[in-house]
């Protein structure tokens, strides 16, 4: 059985997922905007075998984003909302920006800490809503943002499992169209230095106005 040399067998990351938030400032379209409250996830992904860090480790359904948009109680046609991912490494700790944050560095290997790009991210839902649904993506750099329904498009009515539909609804009556699930991917090589690394990924829901 192949064994990994030494200053690699213990590769540990560390995600962060999941900080999510409702917007500050009162509607002005819509009556309600907000995600399920949840709080945040914690996954844990350990590089211990060639077939790993060749490979990558994957987590499906490491989360579910359930989206909850309403509209006035005087229907308002131009409620519609979108949803974005963005990636944050604390550059305030010294962090390089395309780099993960180092939380312990196993040795003095001298080689370079994970990128922010060897993390990649698949959302789906039962409706392909998400032009992105389906296929991994990657972010380069701190504050990068992935679009799952991007802002100020068109208004897509729900309840049709269209692409791109950012109108009123709810993952209580329409749930393949307003709930998305998470997937993480890691593919690390095998040149980044061993240790403790972690990302914050932060999902955004907001009214276009």
Known sequence: MHTIP??????FTVISLLFLFKPAHSQIHCGLVEIEQNTSVNSLLTFDSFS???GGFTINGVAK????????AVIDPLC???LIMTIENNPSAGTPADEWEELNLYGTGGGQNPTVDALEIRVRNNCGTSPMDGFYS???NHMDILDIIAPMLPVTPS???TLNTNGPGSYLTNYDEFNFTI???VKPGYDFNPGIFQLNIKFRLEENL
């Open 52 to 54: 790993r860090y060749t």
């Open 6 to 11: 030494h200053v690699k067998t213990l590769f």
């Open 80 to 82: 519609s909302w979108s």
């Open 65 to 72: 984003i359930k989206v909850r948009v309403e509209n006035k």
């Open 183 to 185: 997937d993480i991917r």
């Open 159 to 161: 309840g049709t499992c």
């Open 138 to 140: 990657t972010f380069n």
